[in-house]
C-alpha cells in the first residue's frame, strides 16, 4: 500500500519560504512520477508541479513559474516543493499524489494514491 505523507506547511508572510516535503512508501517510488496539487476555500483543485519518474520532465502551473521547484530524491521516496515568494494567493492545502505511470498529468483522475494534505498559509 502507497500512503504518501505531507510535511512541511505553515503560515508565512507574504515573500517568504517554506518547503514541502512528500514521502511515500513503496518500493516502486521511482518507477513512478509524482505531482502536486492544491485546494483553496471555494476553488478546485488545481495542478501546481509535476515531476516524472526520473526527474527529467517538470511542469509548473503558470503561476507559480519562476517562484516553486519540484525535485524528487528516490533513494529516499520523497518528493519536495520548493517554494519561494510566496504570495497570499497561494494559500490552499497542498496535496502530494503519485501518478498512475512514469509521466505526470495535469489531471487529477491520473493520480491514485493522495496525501492528506498540509495547509500552507501566506499573510499580507
Known amino acids: 500500500q502507497v500512503q504518501p505523507v505531507e510535511s512541511g506547511g505553515g503560515s508565512v508572510q507574504a515573500g517568504g519560504s517554506l518547503r514541502l516535503s512528500c514521502a511515500a512508501s513503496?518500493?516502486?517510488?521511482?518507477?513512478?512520477?509524482m505531482g502536486w496539487f492544491r485546494q483553496a476555500p471555494g476553488k478546485e483543485r488545481e495542478f501546481v508541479a509535476g515531476?516524472?519518474?526520473?526527474?527529467?520532465?517538470?511542469y509548473y502551473l503558470d503561476s507559480v513559474k519562476g517562484r516553486f521547484t519540484i525535485s524528487r530524491d528516490n533513494a529516499k521516496n520523497t518528493v519536495y516543493l520548493q517554494m519561494n515568494s510566496l504570495k497570499p494567493e497561494d494559500t490552499a492545502v497542498y496535496y502530494c499524489?503519485?501518478?498512475?505511470?512514469?509521466?505526470?498529468?495535469?489531471?487529477?483522475?491520473?493520480?491514485?494514491?493522495w496525501g492528506q494534505g498540509t495547509q500552507v498559509t501566506v499573510s499580507s
Open positions: 499524489a503519485r501518478a498512475r505511470g512514469p509521466y505526470y498529468s495535469r489531471s487529477s483522475a491520473e493520480y491514485d494514491y
Open positions: 513503496g518500493r516502486t517510488f521511482s518507477s513512478y512520477a
Open positions: 515531476i516524472s519518474w526520473n526527474g527529467g520532465f517538470l
